[in-house]
T-cell receptor
């Protein structure tokens, strides 16, 4: 089991460029999440998907879009990157069945927007 | 939005010492989770707690779900250098799909 995988690991964008961060999990989990982590701010939820075919906004959704492609994959898109989106992005997944709500995280994507 | 107050923010200890940290909220939670994050890595789940009063161990780590359901505690016994990192608490309220995270406790262990 690879768990949760994310690509790319590092990315540098210029202001206004677009990109898609990819996330996949092989644990047959129902729910998937995208977070950003900034110094002193902890982990903040951007979007989540409780099940295949559904997505919902989290705490900081502005400037992002998501797609739950299938049960395994959940992508995060920046349409027009801004310096304020420089951050470390983590994808997570959760069983969300049988009363199990723990989330398992990927290794992260370190994004710099210049 | 909902916040978890995690303390202390940082700790500097000697190898072999025991460590205690906690997480508190003004609201009730149904699930408490503890994670550790090493530099440049994603958070790794250490312990999950699902019942008030529950005490669960994972090696030298022990976590408790507070009786009031508004707090949780993590203890590390006989710390070693590889315990260095940031420890996060997270909680889930009933009916929610989402976790609320604390801002972390940064642990430094001096050999």
């Amino acid at each position: 089991n690879a768990g949760v995988t994310q690509t790319p690991k590092f990315q540098v964008l210029k202001t206004g460029q677009s990109m898609t961060l990819q996330c996949a999990q092989d644990m047959n989990h129902n729910s998937m999440y995208w977070y950003r982590q900034d110094p002193g701010m902890g982990l903040r939820l951007i979007y989540y998907s409780a099940s295949e075919g559904t997505t919902d906004k989290g705490e900081v959704p502005n400037g992002y879009n998501v797609s739950r492609l299938n049960k395994r994959e959940f992508s995060l898109r920046l349409e027009s990157a801004a310096p304020s989106q420089t951050s470390v992005y983590f994808c997570a997944s959760s069983p969300r069945t049988g009363g199990l709500y723990e989330q398992y995280f990927g290794p992260g994507t370190r994004l710099t927007v210049t | 939005g909902q916040q978890l107050n995690q303390s202390p923010q940082s700790m500097f200890i000697q190898e072999g010492e025991d460590v205690s940290m906690n997480c508190t909220s003004s609201s009730i939670f149904n699930t408490w989770l503890w994670y550790k994050q090493d530099p440049g890595e994603g958070p790794v789940l250490l312990i999950a707690l699902y019942k008030a009063g529950e005490l669960t161990s994972n090696g030298r780590l022990t976590a408790q779900f507070g009786i009031t359901r508004k707090d949780s505690f993590l203890n590390i016994s006989a710390s070693i250098p590889s315990d260095v990192g940031i420890y996060f608490c997270a909680g889930r309220q009933g009916g929610s799909e989402k976790l609320v995270f604390g801002k972390g406790t940064k642990l430094t262990v001096n050999p």
